[in-house]
């Protein structure tokens, strides 16, 4: 039985569209307001530090996004490229280390000065 629920709640404000899909809140402005208010679009997305959805004629068109909050995602990205590495790793039967091993190891690298 599937017990999940998704919610969508969205909202105008100082001529915003504000979504929240499942906990995740969606920031959409038109291209007009970037083109005309470029300030406060910028300002947006350094005070939100998420994306901001561009729309033209009604759909959607671009994203924006402080140099930030897309370094943040550039790092997540590669960090679940690194876990997802390490767990084919460890699920095609490679050893595996425990946390007391990993630091006598280590230690028994590092001290051989």
């Known amino acids: 039985m599937n017990n999940k629920v998704d919610i969508h709640v969205e909202l ?7 979504s929240v899909w499942e906990g995740f809140v969606v920031i959409i402005k038109s ?6 208010d470029y300030g406060m679009i910028s300002a947006l ?5 998420e994306p901001i959805y ?6 959607g068109d671009l994203v924006v996004m402080s140099i930030e909050a897309f370094e943040r995602r550039e790092e997540i990205i590669k960090l679940k ?7 084919q790793s460890r699920l095609s039967g490679e050893p ?3 946390i ?9 690298k ?4």
Do not use: P, Q, V
């Open 12 to 18: 105008s404000y100082n001529n915003s569209r504000i």
């Open 31 to 36: 291209s007009t307001s970037l083109r005309n």
């Open 45 to 49: 997305a350094h005070k939100a530090g």
């Open 54 to 59: 561009i729309t033209k004629n009604g759909e």
């Open 81 to 87: 490229a690194n876990l997802d590495l390490a767990e």
């Open 96 to 98: 595996t280390y425990s």
């Open 100 to 108: 007391a091993e990993s630091r006598k190891r280590l230690e028994e």
């Open 110 to 113: 590092y001290s051989r000065g």
